[in-house]
């Protein structure tokens, strides 16, 4: 069973910069794709950025792309979310997830559709 922690969340003003973490402590990193989505109070979940571990591809929601920036390190098994020109519409709670690679679903689909048990407990983004 998977295991995500994530850190690095906060509160910026509009147009800074935010860079999220998020750490598997259990389960597997090689070959896997994890990624992020993020949830606003009363809306769906929406797929933000994955990677696929094994190439080191990556994928983007159209409306952060240019923005943000999703990254690995395999001696940490982590990744990495960089968030720059923050917006108001950015702010939400953000999950680490995994298990991102599903017939029939982009990446970031989803990642905005990946069970509970492939999720972090989240991190808090607040664009003022």
């Known amino acids: 069973h998977v295991q995500l922690v994530e850190s690095g969340g906060g509160s910026v003003q509009a147009g800074g910069s935010l860079r999220l973490s998020c750490v598997v402590t259990?389960?597997?990193?090689?070959?896997?794709?994890l990624g992020w989505f993020r949830q606003r109070p009363g809306e769906e979940r929406e797929g933000v950025a994955g990677?696929?571990?094994?190439?080191?591809?990556?994928y983007y929601n159209k409306s952060v792309k240019d923005r943000f920036a999703i990254t690995q390190d395999n001696a940490k098994r982590a990744i990495y979310l960089q968030m720059n020109s923050l917006k108001a519409e950015d702010t939400a709670m953000y999950y680490c997830?995994?298990?991102?690679?599903?017939?029939?679903?982009?990446?970031?689909?989803?990642?905005?559709?990946?069970?509970?048990?492939?999720w972090g407990r989240g991190t808090q983004v607040t664009v003022s």
């Open positions: 997830a995994s298990d991102c690679l599903r017939p029939g679903l982009t990446v970031i689909q989803a990642l905005g559709a990946v069970s509970e048990e492939y």
């Open positions: 259990r389960g597997g990193f090689s070959d896997k794709c």
């Open positions: 990677i696929y571990t094994g190439t080191g591809t990556t």
